[in-house]
């Protein structure tokens, strides 16, 4: 696992220990996102420092560093297949880079706000963005065109999961609420409110019998998890 926060450091740890293995230095600002290459070799991290650093993982060197944004980098993910690095800043942009080379091969246009977070879908094109504009942004990560805006939230927007099959999305927001998404129709199934608590982070879990959303926010300090079934009208 790796993890990074306000001490402008990455840590790397043993799961089966709990130990730190590894700490990785260079960021001069807090680290806002981090992102594992799909073959396991590479960590991404993105920074308030204005810049993304590439990290090899087994000798904890800093491979590249890419410092071409004028503001705060937010969010990081990677296509399903490897190729593909977005990341989101508080510059209003979606960059795509060759994983490779991390030359950009192109943006996606009309980000009316900075992005807080990006999710791939693991089947087909889609890319979902998340900002300050408490809007959920579908997209065409391949032709960088928008397919669809989700409306339900009235603050920012701070973390998406989405179910392994597609069907599911969770959205957390500021507005102390997780919207649960039909990716079929892009229709709100349920809205699950967490009063007094900002909702920084989710992620979906499958038990082996039914999926579960995880969460965790500041002002509870707390990490709640409901079965996803039960938000989902039968």
């Known amino acids: 696992?790796?993890?990074g926060?306000?001490?402008n450091r990455i840590k790397l740890w043993d799961v089966l220990t709990g130990e730190a293995i590894a700490t990785l230095s260079g960021h001069q600002a807090p680290i806002n996102a981090l992102a594992?290459?799909?073959d396991g070799q590479r960590l991404v991290?993105?920074?308030a420092d204005k810049t993304i650093k590439v990290w090899d993982l087994?000798?904890?060197e800093e491979l590249a560093n890419l410092s071409g944004h004028n503001s705060f980098v937010n969010a990081l993910a990677i296509s399903p297949d490897g190729t593909i690095l977005v990341?989101?800043?508080a510059e209003r942009s979606i960059n795509l880079l060759d994983v490779g080379t991390y030359v950009e091969?192109?943006?996606l246009l009309g980000i009316e706000s900075f992005i807080n977070t990006l999710l791939f879908s693991l089947n087909g094109n889609l890319l979902i963005s998340g900002g300050a504009d408490h809007h959920i942004k579908l997209w065409d990560y391949i032709t960088y065109e928008p397919i669809d805006t989700l409306d339900q939230h009235n603050s920012f927007i701070n973390s998406l999961a989405m179910t392994l099959d597609g069907q599911y999305l969770v959205s957390t927001s500021a507005d102390q609420t997780m919207n649960v998404w039909d990716l079929q129709t892009n229709m709100v199934l349920s809205s699950i409110a967490w009063p007094n608590t900002f909702i920084n982070t989710v992620a979906i879990r499958f038990t082996g019998s039914t999926w579960q959303i995880l969460a965790g926010g500041r002002g509870s300090n707390s990490i709640r998890i409901w079965n996803l079934d039960a938000a989902v009208p039968q």
Do not use: E, L, P
């Open 105 to 107: 091969t192109g943006s």
């Open 5 to 7: 926060g306000g001490d």
């Open 45 to 47: 991290s993105a920074s």
């Open 1 to 3: 696992i790796a993890s």
């Open 87 to 89: 990341c989101g800043s």
């Open 58 to 60: 087994n000798t904890s």
């Open 36 to 38: 594992i290459t799909v």
